[in-house]
């Protein structure tokens, strides 16, 4: 246990839904991440979250949209998504922003996604 | 950001040490490195971090030479459990150090 849950852990979907991912850390850190990670490749940051606003879109699709109601609870919306979005989606924690380089961050078991 | 070179793939038997190196020529002088380990469909978890010589816990010990250009995981007797993927970072200090960058890691295959 690392402190961060992520629900669902697996979530099948067609590409005319819309669902949401849910990602809930109990560490009372300040910045919050939203991470893609498909097949044989390497994480991607999505967004970025400090104290709940958004410090970084690194040029994600409209179709994924963000939301951090408050530090310890983060959101991904997912509508009209594509088959090449199916990967794990995984969530992070960390004290700050990582301006002390020494920043860890803590993250999510993960969100398989499945988009038929 | 800087860039980070490590092996793709490694095998081990049970037991044995294991030494994973990472390269990162062009380190700047307020970057930390860290490493992190991650079984399949799980999220990445931390292990070690350091800034120069050696730094030692309870899971691993971490390696830097004074140049900083590259640095060393080693695992001690490692186990069926160690096999994983192992991720070397650079964190860069300051604004926009949020900015993690994960390569593809080494996979390290523990055999019986």
């Known amino acids: 246990e690392t402190g961060v849950t992520q629900t669902p852990r697996h979530l099948v979907m067609g590409m005319t839904n819309k669902k949401s991912l849910k990602c809930e850390q109990h560490?009372?850190?300040?910045?919050m991440y939203w991470y893609k990670q498909s097949a044989k490749k390497p994480l991607e940051l999505m967004f970025v979250y400090s104290l709940e606003e958004r410090v970084e879109n690194n040029s994600v699709p409209s179709r994924f949209s963000p939301e951090c109601p408050n530090s310890s609870h983060l959101f991904l919306h997912l509508h009209t998504l594509q088959p090449e979005d199916s990967a794990l989606y995984l969530c992070?924690?960390?004290?700050?922003?990582?301006?002390?380089?020494?920043?860890?961050?803590?993250f999510g078991p993960g969100t398989r996604l499945t988009v038929l | 950001l800087a860039k980070t070179t490590q092996p793709i793939s490694m095998d081990s038997y049970e037991g044995q040490e294991v030494n994973i190196t990472c390269s990162h020529n062009?380190?700047?002088?307020?970057?930390?490195i860290t490493w992190y380990q991650q079984f399949p469909s799980q999220g990445p978890r931390f292990i070690i971090q350091g800034y120069k010589t050696k730094v030692t816990n309870e899971v691993a010990s971490l390696f830097i030479p004074a140049d900083r250009k590259s640095s060393t995981l080693s695992l001690p007797r490692v186990s069926l459990s160690d096999t994983a993927v192992y991720y070397c970072l650079v964190c860069p200090s300051g604004a926009g150090s949020y900015q993690l960058t994960f390569g593809k890691g080494t996979k390290l295959s523990v055999i019986p």
């Open positions: 560490l009372g850190h300040n910045a």
């Open positions: 062009n380190i700047a002088t307020n970057d930390y």
């Open positions: 992070a924690s960390s004290q700050d922003q990582g301006l002390a380089g020494t920043d860890t961050q803590y």
